[in-house]
Each structure stands twice: as C-alpha cells, then as structure tokens.
C-alpha cells in the first residue's frame, strides 16, 4: 500500500510503520482521542443521475480535523485505522452521523441514499447487520436509505465470510456497491456471486477519459459489463461538464465528482441543494442526449 502524498496535509501514515513502535501507538492513542474530542467531520458529496441532473444520493467520507496538524484526509488514517481495529469505531460513527442526515434530509423533503464506505474488518463483523438494524430503527429508515460501498480487496481478504456478511446485509434491503471497480484484485467472478446493486467505476479511468481512448474504451466496457449484469453504473472522478456529457452518452447512470461538488461538510448540504438547481443540470443533459 502506498499512502498518497497530499499537499494540503502531512502524510500520517507510513506503510513501513511496525505495529509495535512508539509512532504508530501514538496515532493509534490519537485516533481514539479524536473519538472522544469531537475531532472527526462528516463530509458528503452529492451523488447525481447523469441523465436528468438530479441529486440521488450523496457518499459519507470522513474527516479528521486535528487540533495541531489541520485536516487529515482519509487515505492517510485509514489504512491505520483498518490494520489496528480502531475502524469498527469509525464505521460506526460514520453509520450515525450518515444516519441522522438522512433522517433531517428527509423531514426536508430531500429523500436521498446515503453511500458508506466499508472495509475489511467491517465486513468481518459478525454484529454489523444487527448494527444495521438498529440503527434504522433507532432512526426511523428504511433499508433503501443505504448503500453500502465495497471494495474487491476488502472481500477477498476472507470472501467466505465477506460474503455471508453481504448476503445477510443484501437480505435486509440495503444497496451494496463495488468500489474503486477496475483496480486493485479485480475478480469477476464476485460481481457473479455477490448480491450487489451498484458497481462503481474507479476516479483513475475517469479523470482524464476526454483525453484518453484507453479510458474511455475500458468506461465504456465496464458500463456495458455492469449493465449487462443488471447493476447500476457510477462514475467517480467527474471534473468537467465534457466528461459527464460523454458519460450520459455512454448510459453511465450516475456520477460524483468535483464539476458537479467536492465533498462538502454534512451541514452544508441543504444550502447546496437549495442551490443546485436545473439550470447548470438541464444545460448539461441537453448535451448529453445528442444520440
Ligand atoms: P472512495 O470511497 O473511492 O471515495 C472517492 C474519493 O474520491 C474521495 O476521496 C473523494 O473526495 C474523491 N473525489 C470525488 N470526486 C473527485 C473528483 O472529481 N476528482 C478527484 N480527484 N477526486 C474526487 P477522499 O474523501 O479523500 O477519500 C478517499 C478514500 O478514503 C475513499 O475512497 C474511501 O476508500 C476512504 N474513506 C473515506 N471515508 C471513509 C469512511 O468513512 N470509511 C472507510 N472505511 N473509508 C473511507
Ligand atoms: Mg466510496
Ligand atoms: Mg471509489
Ligand atoms: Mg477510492
């Protein structure tokens, strides 16, 4: 695993770190200081029918607001957070607070799925569909009000057990998504035996796609795949109006990207609702159905 350089923040973690040194405790007792100090922020960024330009969804990623180093973004805590377990407390931090989103959104009228990201030890929890359960209770949802974001490494790990999780998760009616499609151990043999809804496609083939037949060839393949395997296709990574034009002509379903939002604080969300209204959406669905 290679943790990404980031300018806006300094990388926390270092792969070579040892379990056992004194730096990597020290994160360790600094995640779970975070816990208890309010030290973590929902962020979430809008997910959006590429057809009709409507908002049908947002995905819930986590911040870490730290009181000396500033902001520290995901893929520098974790990696950390999944290989010492603290994860299972993040996860469910991150289940609530998307959960009481949800429930404010809706008393506004704004019925959107919330997307959360999962990882390996979550799926490896024996408990996380009865957390499930009593978190949509607790909140008055319904299972639709959830999509669960996977990654084909998080599963290989211990696909027997991944799986029964995922099954048992899929029997409750909540969406299940494969994340970052494309990278990493793609095994397509799991897109055939997992009850999964969605199928992401991974940011790397879409950021450029415009510019690049490669992309474009392999966007258009894994859209067709996904289709035919009767999921729902997303594209991450969508930075220009040309890219989500070519995505819509291509049938891609939905997408999430900086042209249309970056991942913004949870609080935020109304006024950005309220603001995103059809005239930027129409103009470029107009665009989009030249075929
Ligand atoms: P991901 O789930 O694949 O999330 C998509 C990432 O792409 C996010 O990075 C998002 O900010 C970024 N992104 C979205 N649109 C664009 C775009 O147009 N251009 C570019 N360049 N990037 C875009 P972020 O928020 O830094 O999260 C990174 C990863 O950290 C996530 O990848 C996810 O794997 C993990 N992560 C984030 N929050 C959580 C969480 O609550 N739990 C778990 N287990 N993992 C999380
Ligand atoms: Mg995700
Ligand atoms: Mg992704
Ligand atoms: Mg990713």
């Given at each position: 695993y290679a943790a990404k350089q980031r300018t806006?923040?300094?990388?926390?973690?270092?792969?070579?770190?040892?379990?056992?040194s004194a730096k990597s405790l020290s994160l360790l007792t600094e995640l779970r200081n975070a816990a208890e100090g309010n030290q973590f922020r929902l962020h979430v960024q809008p997910k959006i029918?590429?057809?009709?330009?409507?908002?049908?969804g947002m995905e819930a990623l986590v911040r870490w607001v730290h009181p000396e180093r500033g902001n520290v973004f995901p893929d520098e805590f974790i990696p950390f957070a999944e290989q010492t377990g603290f994860i299972r407390i993040l996860t469910r931090w991150v289940m609530e607070r998307s959960a009481e989103l949800c429930r404010e959104l809706a008393g506004r009228g704004h019925h959107l799925k919330v997307s959360v990201n999962l990882s390996t030890r979550d799926l490896l929890d024996q408990d996380l569909p009865a957390k499930f359960a009593d978190l949509l209770s607790r909140h008055k949802?319904?299972?639709?009000?959830f999509c669960l974001e996977i990654t084909e490494s998080a599963i290989m790990d211990d696909p027997v057990r991944a799986q029964q999780t995922l099954e048992r998760l899929s029997a409750m009616g909540l969406d299940l998504s494969i994340d970052?499609?494309?990278?990493?151990?793609?095994?397509?043999a799991y897109l055939k035996r997992l009850p999964v809804n969605e199928l992401k496609i991974d940011k790397s083939f879409v950021l450029n796609m415009e510019h690049d037949e490669g992309d474009t060839k392999i966007v258009r393949s894994t859209i067709d795949l996904g289709h035919n395997m009767g999921l729902r296709v997303v594209a991450e990574g969508i930075e220009s109006e040309a890219v989500w034009r070519l995505l819509a002509d291509l049938g891609c379903d939905q997408g999430q990207g900086y042209f249309m939002?970056?991942?913004?604080?949870?609080?935020q969300l109304v006024p950005w609702l309220e603001k995103w209204q059809a005239p930027l959406a129409a103009a470029a669905v107009e665009g989009a159905v030249s075929y």
């Amino acid at each position: 695993y290679a943790a990404k350089q980031r300018t806006e923040g300094p990388v926390v973690y270092d792969p070579a770190m040892d379990k056992s040194s004194a730096k990597s405790l020290s994160l360790l007792t600094e995640l779970r200081n975070a816990a208890e100090g309010n030290q973590f922020r929902l962020h979430v960024q809008p997910k959006i029918s590429l057809a009709s330009g409507q908002v049908v969804g947002m995905e819930a990623l986590v911040r870490w607001v730290h009181p000396e180093r500033g902001n520290v973004f995901p893929d520098e805590f974790i990696p950390f957070a999944e290989q010492t377990g603290f994860i299972r407390i993040l996860t469910r931090w991150v289940m609530e607070r998307s959960a009481e989103l949800c429930r404010e959104l809706a008393g506004r009228g704004h019925h959107l799925k919330v997307s959360v990201n999962l990882s390996t030890r979550d799926l490896l929890d024996q408990d996380l569909p009865a957390k499930f359960a009593d978190l949509l209770s607790r909140h008055k949802l319904g299972p639709g009000s959830f999509c669960l974001e996977i990654t084909e490494s998080a599963i290989m790990d211990d696909p027997v057990r991944a799986q029964q999780t995922l099954e048992r998760l899929s029997a409750m009616g909540l969406d299940l998504s494969i994340d970052d499609f494309g990278t990493g151990y793609s095994s397509l043999a799991y897109l055939k035996r997992l009850p999964v809804n969605e199928l992401k496609i991974d940011k790397s083939f879409v950021l450029n796609m415009e510019h690049d037949e490669g992309d474009t060839k392999i966007v258009r393949s894994t859209i067709d795949l996904g289709h035919n395997m009767g999921l729902r296709v997303v594209a991450e990574g969508i930075e220009s109006e040309a890219v989500w034009r070519l995505l819509a002509d291509l049938g891609c379903d939905q997408g999430q990207g900086y042209f249309m939002s970056r991942p913004i604080p949870a609080d935020q969300l109304v006024p950005w609702l309220e603001k995103w209204q059809a005239p930027l959406a129409a103009a470029a669905v107009e665009g989009a159905v030249s075929y």
